[in-house]
């Protein structure tokens, strides 16, 4: 079964640092781009960024280029969204997806992380 | 950036209403587009992808149709499940975008 598995939710203080994980399994990692998305309490979807885990090429939103960074650990397989000061405005929870692979092509996301909520409150 | 647009917003249904939903891009997408399902406190659930294939295991209830700029899902008759959130996304060019949301309610 193809699965992404999402770190726990965290409670941070404003200007405090924050990486959370995405762990998959079930297929190989290094193969597909895994998608970062964030949503807002009551809100909709935000593409956030994507990482090609085999090489570490990562595309950002231009809302969230230089405000988080993209990683992996191709040998845990796993990808990481980090935060160095974090604002009450990232208040949210962040979903990890698996897009798309150079066999196919396109970057439709599935399957999806579980989410993780990051709460951010002085 | 590419922006889509998806109406309505909201929609009130009844149990085996045919029900369609649109989605317009600012410009022409071909057929790099998907359809996404959320309920409450869950993750989005893939639907639809290229427009108009759809997922294994997704209801055959369910179909995508369009290209360039105009999509639409179609639920051809409500299921009490289907009540939910739905969005398009393309992913035709960075940055990869999403649809408001358009919230499927039973009337």
């Known amino acids: 079964e193809v699965q992404l598995v999402q770190s726990g939710a965290e409670v941070k203080k404003p200007g405090e640092s924050l990486k959370i994980s995405c762990q998959g399994s079930?297929?190989?990692?290094?193969?597909?781009?895994i998608a970062w998305v964030r949503q807002m309490p009551g809100k909709g979807l935000e593409w956030m960024g994507i990482?090609?885990?085999?090489?570490?090429?990562?595309t950002y939103s231009p809302s969230f280029q230089g405000q988080v960074t993209l990683s992996v650990d191709r040998s845990i397989s796993t990808a990481f969204l980090q935060w160095t000061s974090l604002k009450a405005s990232d208040t949210a929870i962040y979903y990890c997806a698996r897009g798309g692979s150079v066999a196919s092509g396109g970057n439709w996301f599935d399957p999806w992380g579980q989410g993780t909520l990051v709460t951010v409150s002085s | 950036a590419i922006q889509l647009t998806q109406s309505p917003s909201s929609l009130s249904a009844s149990v085996g209403d045919r029900v369609t939903i649109t989605c317009r891009a600012s410009q022409d997408i071909a057929s790099s587009l998907a359809w996404y399902q959320q309920k409450p406190g869950k993750a989005p659930n893939l639907l639809i992808y290229?427009?108009?294939n759809l997922e294994y295991g997704v209801p055959s209830r369910f179909s995508g149709s369009g290209s360039g700029t105009d999509f639409t899902l179609t639920i051809s008759s409500l299921q009490p499940e289907d009540f939910a959130t739905y969005y398009c996304q393309q992913f035709n060019s960075f940055p990869i975008t999403f649809g408001q949301g358009t919230r499927l309610d039973i009337k």
């Open positions: 990482i090609y885990p085999g090489d570490s090429q990562t």
């Open positions: 079930g297929y190989p990692f290094t193969f597909y781009w």
């Open positions: 290229d427009a108009s």
